[in-house]
């Protein structure tokens, strides 16, 4: 079993939390990012992050774990991997999720939705729907990070699970405390970052 600690302790060894203005998917803003990707970039972290996530959803049987692309897709391929599933993708065209380069689900599937970082939950949202409207079954919903506010249930309908919840303070772009102090805002990926942990 993976704890939260042994979790925090790849986060500050890759450096992967980085401190900044950041432009998330949701479009909020945020002082902090998690980029689990230097994380999962080392294979023995994310095989050990896919059988934790495995391992809190192997009771519901998946046949196929769905990730969105792109902090999704390792996430989605090593938990598949450790099921003995298939490991698909989705990817965002005009803002909406679709399965593309022949990837289907049907409705003999039972599908996982596999994510690295969550905080509105709307990627995992319209990809769950995605697979539904194939009448694919969703038979849960896991992440690494958890960092929505917790005020209000993220999935109604579908099981939950995450291996840590940290949330850091995200803003509207019209209410930016960062934006109104001149900051550059940037969408992570782009420019190196300071590791805070």
Do not use: N
């Amino acid at each position: 079993m993976l704890t939260k600690e042994q979790l925090l302790k790849m986060f500050r060894e890759s450096h992967a939390l980085m401190r900044g203005h950041f432009e998330l998917s949701s479009g909020l803003h945020s002082g902090h990012y998690f980029q689990c990707a230097q994380v999962l970039q080392y294979s023995k972290q994310a095989g050990t992050i896919g059988r934790e996530l495995a391992r809190r959803f192997r009771s519901a049987k998946p046949t196929v774990v769905v990730g969105p692309a792109a902090g999704g897709i390792i996430v989605a391929y090593e938990t598949a991997r450790s099921l003995g599933a298939r490991a698909l993708y989705t990817e965002r065209v005009d803002a909406e999720m679709q399965l593309r380069r022949g990837f289907t689900v049907t409705k003999k599937d039972r599908v996982l939705i596999a994510e690295d970082a969550i905080t509105t939950g709307e990627s995992a949202r319209k990809t769950a729907s995605l697979v539904e409207s194939f009448g694919a079954k969703v038979v849960g919903i896991g992440c690494i990070v958890d960092r929505s506010p917790g005020k209000a249930r993220l999935f109604p309908g579908h099981r939950f699970a995450r291996l840590f919840a940290l949330a850091f303070e995200t803003f509207s772009p019209h209410d930016c405390p960062l934006c109104s102090e001149g900051l550059p805002v940037t969408r992570p990926g782009r420019i190196p970052r300071k590791s805070v942990l």
